[in-house]
């Protein structure tokens, strides 16, 4: 590949979370309005946008977050990244099951967040059984 393609390559990877992050936040401004909810789709959009500016300051500068949006990161970069995600995966079935536990125990449903746990549930079975076989 040469070095311009590579160039064009890293700076694509380098814009893809940032972007990410703007385009969901756009999302939400717009879907908030048909919900009646205009001030929490500005709120959401302004914090995403923050998230995206300060992404792409440290971009500059930070040597991990260049490693992690690079096309093919090296082992360690590949390591933290595989790591953040499995944090990230804990945290967000940790909280949706609390959710889940504090809607029941308010003599709700909980369903969107039983839903959400359940989903969390058949994924890890479903990635342990792929990466058994695979690995």
């Known amino acids: 590949m040469s070095m311009r393609a590579q160039q064009m390559t890293s700076n694509t990877a380098r814009w893809s ?3 990410f992050f703007l385009a969901v936040g756009l ?3 717009v879907a908030a309005p048909f919900g009646g909810r205009l001030a929490i ?8 946008a923050a998230c995206s500016l300060a992404l792409v300051l440290l ?3 930070s040597e991990t977050y260049q490693g992690l949006t690079e096309k093919v990161p090296d082992e360690r970069f590949a390591r933290i990244g595989g790591r953040a995600w499995a944090g990230t995966g804990v945290v967000l079935t940790v909280g949706n099951l609390c959710a ?3 809607e029941l125990a308010s003599g709700r449903s ?3 967040y ?3 746990v359940a989903t969390a549930a058949i994924a890890y079975i479903a990635f342990v059984a ?6």
């Open 17 to 19: 979370v940032p972007g």
């Open 27 to 29: 999302g939400c401004l």
């Open 41 to 48: 789709g500005l709120v959401t959009f302004g914090i995403l």
């Open 59 to 61: 971009g500059r500068r």
């Open 100 to 102: 889940f536990i504090g």
């Open 110 to 112: 909980g369903d969107p």
């Open 114 to 116: 039983f839903w959400f």
């Open 130 to 135: 792929f990466w058994s076989r695979n690995t």
